[in-house]
């Protein structure tokens, strides 16, 4: 073994592979080896330890450069290489049996066909590399191939572009010395990180994720360019990602994949698009599982796949279909996190790059190839040159004739060169005697056609090449930024972003699981669980669920719901637990010891550690909670106290309003409420909230609503408030304020809703072929409804909710001379309903449509014409175009 072999991973000092590296050493350190001993029958004893440590390092060291591990050049494993090497070796532009091409490779590949179909099969179905024909299998459903006798294949415009060039190739023998294979392909591009890898080897593996075609030339030019630029996976498969751990994709980091889950109505769900590394198959089965086991709830499940995902998810009645996706991603694979590691082949040694690395390297790499390729050209053009400056001075000065008398071989040379001696320092190099040789075998019929003229052109044509050759390799970065420009403009547009990147917000799992189990109380043997059913009902739950538990002490804790728990007499209040829950207020009445004072307090229980025993009094020995009610929304109630009658107390009876506390920690002692002893306390009429409105924020990065001040902020909501969603296809629909709330990327407007805002709208109607504006209440509905026509060519051009907006159209095609016009919305059309088409704002061809800064007036003005348009307005759908042309004229 040589000493690269030696060295694997020194450089990279990887815990993983440390042990592997150390075996090898050690299997090289010189160690004396027993000496061999012999049978009775003469047959040599070997010894196990010191044939196990040599063939297993040179078994490891294969495994990793010669199978699992892809080379950072050309980014392939062995393998790969040579099936590509072997398609290139048959290419005729035809298309060719897979079973041919398995056949032809194994000139290459010392394994068996398996191996190879398996890998060609998989290169087929990144779409890059490989044109297909025939059934390749499904990389969504999971389905496998067609047998290789079924199937064709040929190389992609974009393989045979990028990928091979005999002349800057390095060769080597195949494993049986009969051919020839190439070192590594001569790839002009990140191909690496376009299709990623995966492979195990001994000590090692390496996962590189695959990332978009466009951003990859992308990162290639603003390197070149000395720019930052960032990477981040697409997968085939689609979905949505977060790369907010991505690390690079080196080891240590994840990234979480989802599918892509959308609300067909309020009992539907629908699949579009699944995570990558998994298929239908698999993935309709973990939904499966999680339904079986109480996570979720779903009716029914119909696979629809063919050409794209399509998995249908019925919903029983009364199922949120908000949390049912919540559920989805916590208890099923629709949500997934991948671990990259990438590892590659550098210098016959294992490293561990990051992907910006890689890109460099390649990057790097490519321009080393291009610089190659200009030089072997510019060599070739000078010989061109050379050959043809030669055969002009030959010809056209009639060195030809001169060897009519000559007798001998090495006479004709002589004389030759004696002839050309005149002009051999307008030449570029010296000439050699097999130039000489080339001029003999010129023939009599070509050189009395021989044209001048047209040899001065070519001539003429080859300067001007070495010319532009020379520029370019002056200019090498210039003009491998412009190579890397016509790669992206001949095969981007084939190669969009599949995956959509995003934030993720967190889900908690107690949150969205369905409530599968009931929880009962025995209140007289002090046990709670889910198998107590002759026992006192108490709520529904789940089996991950929390429930918090207040005892006549004053002592609470915390507990994880089971089928059956021992946790004592005397039990107050049983509820589920919902941690970091500041809405849930508690306002209880106790009275310190056996004889002190009777105190009140209101408190909220967000955080605790579980099992751990708390106590809300003051601690102090026979303390006792008098009164206590757990309010969801922060509700206090007023309260009668009567207290036991004792001499010089005037009043027995008194009220006290709970609302008029303050909302403090759970640890505080609270307010006195009386001194004296208390007969009885009692509920007189039960309060509203004292919390307020809830604030509520929109998040864009995750599309979900939160509590915590992140993203844009909605406003303060309560009861009945509603969300209003206007999406930019021209749809609105009004949701809940529910914080499982899941929304579309096509938001325009997301705002809390009044119904007394009046919306302006310009938009493309494609029945009319015209531009309409138009002015419009929303009402509240459930579902998503169109105010821009049902067409679904038409599109929406502005939106505004200002009270008077102004419009600048610019006029285009024959009407670009007409002057730009201005129109007054509130003016020129009156409040409709929002099923209303509007009115046509021109005949004329439109160029652009701008919103001026809008004239303010004064509201009694606004409300006199806001009174006005009501009275006159028409809710009834109808095109309005009177009077439009002489509005413009003016």
């Known amino acids: 073994m040589d000493e690269k072999e030696q060295d694997i991973n020194k450089e990279n000092e990887q815990p993983d592979e440390q042990n592997l590296m150390d075996k090898q050493q050690e299997a090289q350190a010189g160690k004396e080896t027993p000496p061999p001993v012999w049978d009775v029958d003469g047959t040599r004893i070997n010894h196990l330890p010191g044939m196990y440590k040599s063939w ?170 000395n720019d930052p630029f960032e990477l981040y996976p697409d997968f085939p498969t689609g979905g949505m990602v977060d790369v907010s751990r991505y690390n690079d994709g080196l080891r240590g980091g994840a990234v979480k994949v989802r599918a892509r889950i959308e609300k067909v109505d309020n009992k539907t769900l629908k699949i579009a698009d699944i995570p990558f590394g998994k298929n239908t198959t698999s993935l309709i089965e973990s939904i499966i599982k999680a339904n079986e086991k109480g996570k979720i709830k779903i009716k029914k499940i119909d696979d629809n796949t063919a050409e794209n995902v399509e998995i249908l998810i019925h919903l029983p009645s009364g199922v949120s279909p908000d949390k ?62 050379h050959k043809a400056s030669l055969e002009r001075i030959f010809i056209e000065k009639k060195i030809y004739q001169r060897i009519e008398d000559c007798e001998t071989w090495e006479a004709i040379i002589k004389t030759i060169d004696h002839g050309l001696e005149p002009y051999k320092k307008l030449l570029k ?80 799992a107690s949150k969205v699981v369905v409530r599968n189990e009931k929880l009962y109380i025995n209140r007289q043997d002090g046990f709670i669980g889910t198998s107590l059913k002759k026992d006192e009902y108490v709520c529904d739950c789940s089996d991950i669920d929390d429930v918090i538990l207040f005892y006549k002490d004053g002592k609470y804790k915390v507990t994880r719901v089971s089928e059956k728990a021992f946790v004592g007499k005397n039990v107050i209040h049983l509820a589920i637990f919902k941690r970091n829950d500041k809405r849930t207020i508690y306002n209880v009445v106790y009275r310190d010891g056996k004889q002190g004072y009777t105190y009140m307090k209101r408190f909220a229980v967000t955080g605790i550690t579980r099992d751990k025993e708390y106590d809300l009094t003051k601690g102090t020995p026979g303390s006792k909670v008098l009164y206590f009610s757990a309010n969801p929304n922060g509700e206090a109630e007023i309260l009668k106290v009567v207290l036991k009658p004792r001499p010089r107390i005037r009043n027995l009876i008194f009220e006290v309003d709970m609302g008029e506390l303050a909302i403090k920690g759970r640890g505080s002692m609270g307010n006195i409420l009386t001194k004296h002893d208390i007969h009885k306390i009692t509920l007189k009429k039960k309060g509203e909230s004292t919390l307020g409105g809830r604030k509520i924020w929109f998040e864009e990065e995750t599309l979900r609503l939160n509590v915590d001040g992140r993203g844009l902020y909605l406003g303060e909501f309560q009861g009945s408030d509603q969300i209003l969603v206007i999406t930019k296809d021209g749809e609105f629909y009004q949701t809940n304020f529910d914080l499982s709330n899941h929304y579309d990327n096509n938001i325009l407007v997301i705002e809390k809703f009044d119904s007394n805002t009046v919306w302006s709208a310009v938009y493309y109607d494609a029945d009319q072929d015209y531009y309409y504006v138009k002015r419009f209440q929303i009402d509240s509905v459930s579902k998503p409804q169109r105010f821009i026509g049902d067409n679904p060519k038409s599109y929406l051009v502005k939106l505004t909710k200002v009270d008077y907006p102004r419009l600048e159209i610019k006029f285009g095609g024959d009407d670009k001379m007409r002057e730009k016009m201005i129109v007054e919305v509130a003016e020129f059309i009156g409040v409709k309903s929002f099923k209303a088409r509007g009115k046509r704002l021109t005949t004329y061809q439109v160029s652009r449509i701008k919103e001026l800064e809008p004239i303010h007036k004064p509201e009694e003005e606004k409300q006199n014409e806001n009174n006005e348009q009501q009275e006159s307005g028409d809710n009834t759908p109808k095109d309005e175009d009177a009077g439009q042309m002489s509005l413009f004229e003016e």
């Open 324 to 385: 049912t996706i919540d559920a989805l991603y916590a208890f099923s694979d629709c949500e997934l996190s991948i671990s990259p590691n990438a590892c590659v082949i550098k210098d016959n040694k294992p490293w561990f790059l990051g992907v910006s690395e890689i890109l460099k390297e390649n990057t790097d790499h490519t321009v080393h190839l291009l610089k190659r390729e200009l030089e072997i050209r510019k060599g070739e053009l000078e010989d061109a040159w």
């Open 56 to 225: 297993f390092l040179d078994y490891a060291s294969y495994v990793i450069l010669e199978r699992a591990v892809p080379h950072i050049n050309d980014g392939l494993k062995p393998v790969q290489r040579r099936i590509l090497h072997a398609m290139y070796r048959m290419d005729d532009g035809r298309y060719n049996k897979v079973a041919n091409i398995i056949g032809y490779t194994m000139q290459y590949h010392p394994h068996g066909d398996a191996s190879i179909g398996d890998a060609l099969v998989q290169l087929g179905q990144k779409n890059l590399l490989i044109d297909t024909q025939g059934n390749w299998g499904n990389i969504y459903t999971g389905d496998s191939s067609a047998a290789p006798r079924y199937i064709e294949a040929r190389l992609t415009k974009f393989a045979q572009e990028v990928v091979f060039n005999p002349k800057t190739t390095v060769w080597k023998l195949s494993y049986d010395g009969r051919n020839q294979e190439p070192v590594t392909l001569p790839v002009k591009f990140p191909l690496l990180l376009a299709q990623g890898v995966e492979g195990i080897a001994v000590g090692l593996a390496s996962k590189i994720l695959p990332h978009n075609f466009g951003e990859l030339i992308d990162a290639s030019i603003a390197y070149l360019r």
């Open 429 to 508: 190099r010296p000439v050699t005697r097999d130039d000489i040789v080339k001029l003999t075998e010129i023939k009599i019929k070509r050189i009395s056609k021989y044209d001048a003229k047209k040899a001065d052109e070519y001539i003429a044509s080859l300067e001007e090449e070495m010319e532009q050759v020379d520029y370019h390799l002056a200019n090498l970065i210039t003009y491998a930024i412009d190579y890397f420009k016509r790669i992206k403009r001949m095969f981007a547009k084939n190669y969009p972003r599949q995956t959509e990147i995003r934030s993720f917000g967190s889900i908690e």
